[in-house]
């Protein structure tokens, strides 16, 4: 067995030595940063909307749209740390640098949160609460803002430079990969119930300061920790962004779209290695005209002519693109679940903040409610591996749900979520209805609310899989950072369109005494049919997501390395 890793360097750029580089050790110095990732973005929040109510005096509306945004943007950014990450810096130096950001945002978050002149007096009795200033907000967004953009470039490649510690034509290290897949979602979970526990707790009882410091002194350790493995990673040289072929194989396309294609397919051009070719497919035929070959495609170089990429692509490039369009249909019928989830960590948690939540001497921070959600996950995750995959192993002959039926059963618990977060709602607000909805806190158990928190949890506990499994084994080989960008854009919109519908929402029905559907105060409110709105969008999603899967397993042509047919670059090249 060769010690050198063919496809990676160590730190001086070499061939990386198989027993001096990769492995456990490395891949276990790296899981620290998302651990420290987790326990900063979800403490923050999970907990952020009972902030913007009770301290910056602002209405239950738009603390939820704040929270989202938030979320939102950090997923986005995911896209933006990918691409830097696969064009220019290379994940190591990404995840240092965007550590970094994050850290910088949670220190100016804790101080945004300690100095009284960067948030509202305290409500006074009989006198309307003063809402935070222009200049109150904007620190508050700069640090939030930074976290997220923290969060983009740390999400987009902590996974991805774990697995690159692996190397995948290995028998030993491909299964120490699968290995360290289930443990990068385990300390996903860890970091999350941290957050959601302890972190809160922090932030209710000693102070929101001293627990975003505490998480800006975690990521600083976190980050020497990282940098201390420096000589034992594993790196992979930057090839640049599947993003440009997208626009070289769109940009020729179009170009040509005059011209004819070829009945043959072999009179396509193609110039990839014999056994990494992809076979053409009959789909999206005008992606095609992006491989015919004509005058002017060519660039003398040398002793050689090399195609110009704008002008004319490989038949592998053009199928890989399309490879990339067949996911969108699936793609699209997955955001509305997170759009579900938006409602676990903002109006869930305002409802159980207006609840009963002692338990003999303790009281129950509202935000640590979710801590019934990430339970729900981790329940979850062991029954289908300790139980659900043996039995249907034995009884399919298949090792657990394809990932589409993962999506599909994550899709029906949000929407039996939903539907039983608007029963819980009306159950609330009759109990407020008959003793006064100006009571600060209703003689209701906050305990209603864990089957609307389990079922959603659930089914992030299926979907999440089976996203990261779809978006990840069906997208080309050279386009695997880029397919996990498109599965995190999918939490993104799902924030962005509860914000959506927030406003919606609140537009049509509210009144300018800040009554409606989505209340100022959510006691005055009928947040019961704001959930029922999201059941029935959620039920329509589940019929078109079956729809588009249904299409999907019957477009999707059966893998292939080779490609029958299509002639090599040489030839074609000759023909010119």
């Known amino acids: 067995m060769s010690w050198e890793v063919s496809d990676a360097v160590d730190y001086k750029g070499f061939s990386a030595d198989r027993s001096k580089t990769g492995g456990w050790v490395p891949a276990a110095l790296i899981l620290g940063i998302e651990i420290c990732e987790r326990l900063s973005t979800m403490g923050i929040a999970v907990n952020l909307v009972t902030y913007l109510d009770g301290t910056m005096h602002l209405p239950s509306s738009t603390s939820a749209n704040i929270v989202t945004d938030f979320m939102g943007t950090s997923f986005l950014l995911c896209l933006l740390g990918g691409f830097l990450a696969d064009s220019f810096l290379g994940r190591y130096r990404t995840i240092a640098i965007f550590a970094l950001i994050q850290t910088l945002g949670t220190a100016m978050l804790a101080i945004s949160t300690k100095l009284p002149r960067l948030r509202p007096p305290p409500c006074q009795p009989r006198r309307p ?15 939030l803002y930074l976290v997220a953009l923290g969060t983009g470039g740390l999400k987009s490649s902590v996974s991805g430079f774990g697995t690159d510690q692996f190397d995948d034509k290995d028998k030993k290290e491909r299964a120490q990969m699968a290995y360290f897949f289930n443990r990068f979602f385990l ?29 800006s002194v975690a990521m600083l350790v976190a980050i020497l920790v990282f940098l201390s493995g420096t000589r034992r990673y594993r790196y ?55 491989a015919v070959v004509a005058e002017g495609d060519f660039v003398k170089g040398g002793h050689n002519s090399v195609p110009n990429p704008w002008k004319l692509c490989s038949v592998t490039r053009v199928e890989e693109v399309k490879m990339m369009i067949r996911l969108l249909p699936v793609w ?3 955001i509305i679940f997170w759009t579900a989830y938006a409602q676990m960590i903002t109006f869930s948690v305002e409802q159980a903040s207006t609840m009963e939540r002692s338990i003999g001497s303790f009281q129950i921070p509202a935000g640590s409610l979710t801590v019934f959600f990430v339970a729900a996950i981790m329940i979850t995750l062991a029954v289908y591996d300790r139980f659900i995959m043996p039995l249907w ?46 009571a600060a806190t209703l003689p209701v158990s906050v305990f209603l609310l864990i089957p609307q928190f389990f079922l959603v949890g659930s089914g992030e506990a299926f979907i999440y899989t089976g996203q990261l499994d779809f978006f990840i084994t069906q997208s080309p080989k050279g386009m695997k950072t880029m397919s996990t960008g498109l599965f995190l854009t999918t939490l993104s919109l799902g924030f962005f369109v509860s914000s959506f519908l927030v406003s919606i929402v609140k537009q049509a029905t509210g009144t300018s005494a800040g009554q409606g559907w989505l209340a100022d105060n959510i006691n005055y409110g009928r947040l019961d049919c704001f ?46």
């Open 393 to 438: 192993k034995k009884w399919k002959g298949k090792p657990g749900f394809s990932n589409l039926q993962r999506i599909a059963i994550g899709l029906a618990l949000s929407t039996l979520g939903m539907l039983a977060a608007a029963i819980t709602e009306r159950k609330r607000l009759s109990v407020a209805a008959s003793v006064g909805r100006a």
């Open 129 to 143: 609460c003063e809402q935070a200033d222009g200049l109150q907000m904007g620190i508050l967004y700069l640090a």
């Open 187 to 215: 300390f996903i979970s860890v970091g999350t119930l941290t957050a959601v526990t302890v972190l809160v707790y922090v932030q209710d009882e000693v102070g929101r300061s001293i627990a975003y410091g505490a998480c």
């Open 531 to 576: 959930y029922g709105l999201l059941t029935v969008l959620s039920v329509v999603n589940f019929v078109a997501f079956l729809g588009c899967a249904a299409w999907y397993n019957r477009q999707n042509p059966k893998p292939t390395l080779e490609m029958e047919k299509i002639g090599n670059g040489s030839s074609m090249e000759e023909k010119v």
């Open 236 to 290: 992979k040289k930057c090839f640049g962004s599947p993003v440009v072929q997208i626009m070289q194989v769109a940009a020729a396309s179009i170009k040509k779209r005059g011209l004819e294609a070829p009945y043959d397919v072999g009179c396509l051009y193609e110039d990839g290695p014999e056994g990494s070719r992809i076979r053409h497919t009959d789909q999206f035929r005008c992606l095609d005209k992006a």
């Open 332 to 334: 699209a019928t997955t």
